[in-house]
């Protein structure tokens, strides 16, 4: 017995002081540590009800922080009305297991230290999560579904929009009608300096097309500003609200932005335009004066007054674009350099003959070779000038055919002002024709027959007197001009007509035949071509005469 004793104890002492008995004690010390220092848990409960618990932090993000991120995911996955279950599943990384939806949301990622935590692997927590995950959110749209409601607040919106855009288009068709009915009251044109721009009628169309443009606008505005409320129900499309509304925000903001830095640059402008303005009219004021007469200044011809004018006020404006110019926004970009640049291009290349026109117009200006009114001749074109142009001259003939003549060849050209001498108070415009008599007849004769014809002429004056020189003694007869003034330059064929014609009668009454030069003046029993009106009752036609050689 005694000998059994002492056999316990020794084996009881080996026993406790082995080292396999040392190692499983301090495992069961450091159980109890483990499970005094294990950390504090957060619960995930996005359903009221706790799905599992979070513990640790990673990096900056603090274990309550996760919680609450996962539980925001996890409602997200619920508020999606077109949830997939199988898209929700598990993804290995090199640091964690993942647990993601479609293609690369991530719900939550769990680590080594969550595993450790919860005294798991990682790929357990991470599909009993899955599992957790899923089953909630199926129950919850099994019993709890948003679905019908999204459909609801749909189709009430999509009914409110209606009903809006059916009261904005009654009030646009209200006020399109009050436009037409008081169209005579609101419409009387546009006139600027005796020029009718408008007229009434396209003033009314011009409106009612701006109107039609501003409904529409305002219906599509609409209907777009909506859009965002409509896909802001639904989660699926609720990243498309912000981009509609970048799209309509971002414009408008940069354009608000850019005016509000336009507004300096924009008040120096207005104020170069003020100054330039009120130095136009005064110039304007002066050359008036000049053009009245009631400023002269030697040498400058009242004329000359507007057209001097003109080319100041060009000038002017063209230095006022150069100062305006670095004001305007974007001038310094290099898109607007280079359309600068290309219209300065094509301006120079197609318009070699429009200047060549415009500085002949200028030259023409100051030379004063016609007025408008003038009756004159270019080249073969007679008639009276009706407009003076910057780059052509036009002139209405006789026969009431407007002729079109560009400024470089009426510089390049020979003109004649029939009208330059007949606004002053003697003379005139001398118009003159000539016919040719046989040797027979007495000058004198011809010279009263051919004055009697001119003053009998309509619109011909009597002072200084018509007179007649002889042009030619020729072999067969002498050439006669008779030479009229006149005050009616633009009426020179009427005024040629009625002297031949006064002519014929003056020199039928004196009984002188106007023949051909070379007509046979021995007539072998022709008669007269005098009229017989103009002959004495008892004339007889010569008889035909032989004469016999002995």
Not at 87 to 93: A, D, E, Q
Not at 100 to 110: A, L, Q, T
Not at 442 to 451: F, G, M, T, V
């Amino acid at each position: 017995m005694k000998n059994k004793l002492i056999c316990f104890l020794t084996l009881f002492i080996v026993l406790f002081s082995s080292p396999a008995f040392a190692q499983n004690d301090s495992l069961q010390t450091s159980k109890t540590v483990a499970t005094q220092s294990k950390p504090k848990q957060y619960p995930v409960s996005p359903f009221k009800d706790t799905l599992f618990y979070v513990y640790n932090k990673v990096g900056s993000f603090s274990a309550e922080s996760r919680a609450k991120a996962i539980t925001d995911k996890i409602k997200k996955l619920y508020e999606d009305s077109f949830f997939e279950k199988d898209s929700l599943r598990i993804v290995p990384s090199d640091i964690s297991q993942d647990i993601v939806y479609k293609d690369g949301f991530v719900i939550m990622s769990i680590l080594d230290v969550d595993a450790k935590a919860e005294n798991k692997t990682t790929d357990f927590i991470a599909r009993r999560n899955l599992s957790l995950i899923k089953k909630a959110i199926i129950y919850q749209n099994k019993n709890y579904s948003m679905l019908p409601k999204r459909l609801g607040y749909t189709l009430l919106l999509i009914l409110i929009i209606g009903v809006i855009l059916y009261f904005v288009g009654k009030i646009f068709n209200r006020i399109r009608l009050y436009i037409l009915r008081n169209s005579d009251k609101y419409f009387k044109g546009f006139n600027y300096n005796n020029i009718n721009i408008l007229s009434p009628q396209k003033q009314q169309s011009l409106l009612m097309r701006l109107y039609s443009v501003i409904k529409a606008i305002t219906l599509i505005l609409i209907v777009y500003l909506s859009l965002p409320l409509l896909f802001s129900i639904f989660p699926a499309t609720e990243a498309y609200t912000t981009t509609l509304l970048r799209w309509i925000l971002a414009p408008a903001k940069l354009a608000i932005m850019g005016f509000v830095d336009f507004l300096p640059s924009f008040v120096t402008i207005l104020v170069i335009i003020f100054i330039f303005k009120y130095a136009i009219k005064i110039i304007r004021f002066f050359f008036d004066e000049i053009k009245k007469e009631n400023i002269k200044i030697d040498g400058f011809y009242s004329d000359w007054a507007m057209p001097t004018f003109n080319i100041i006020r060009f000038l002017l404006l063209a230095f006022m674009l150069v100062i305006i110019f670095p004001y305007l926004p974007g001038s310094d970009s290099p898109i607007f350099k280079g359309v600068s640049v290309f219209v300065g291009i094509l301006f120079s290349l197609g318009s070699s003959n429009a200047i060549a026109n415009m500085v002949a117009g200028l030259v023409i200006t100051y030379m004063r070779p016609f007025k408008i009114g003038d009756f004159i001749k270019i080249g073969d074109v007679s008639g009276e000038v009706i407009e003076k142009t910057a780059l052509v001259t036009r002139i209405r003939t006789p026969k009431f055919e407007d002729i079109t003549i560009p400024n470089a060849t009426v510089l390049s050209s020979t003109s004649t002002n029939y009208s330059s001498n007949t606004k002053q108070v003697n003379n005139g415009l001398l118009i003159h024709t000539t016919v040719t008599i046989g040797y027979d007849v007495p000058w004198k004769d011809i010279y009263k027959a051919l004055i009697d014809a001119a003053l009998k002429t309509e619109m011909t004056e009597p002072t200084p007197p018509p007179f007649v020189l002889q042009t030619s003694l020729d072999d067969f007869y002498v050439s006669y001009q008779i030479n009229v003034y006149t005050k009616h330059p633009t009426k020179q064929p009427l005024i040629y007509s009625s002297l031949h014609q006064n002519i014929q009668d003056s020199f039928n009454a004196a009984g002188i035949e106007i023949m051909s030069p070379h007509y046979n003046a021995l007539r072998d029993g022709n008669t007269t071509t005098i009229p017989e009106n103009y002959l004495k009752n008892d004339y007889e036609p010569p008889s035909f005469t032989i004469k016999k050689k002995e």
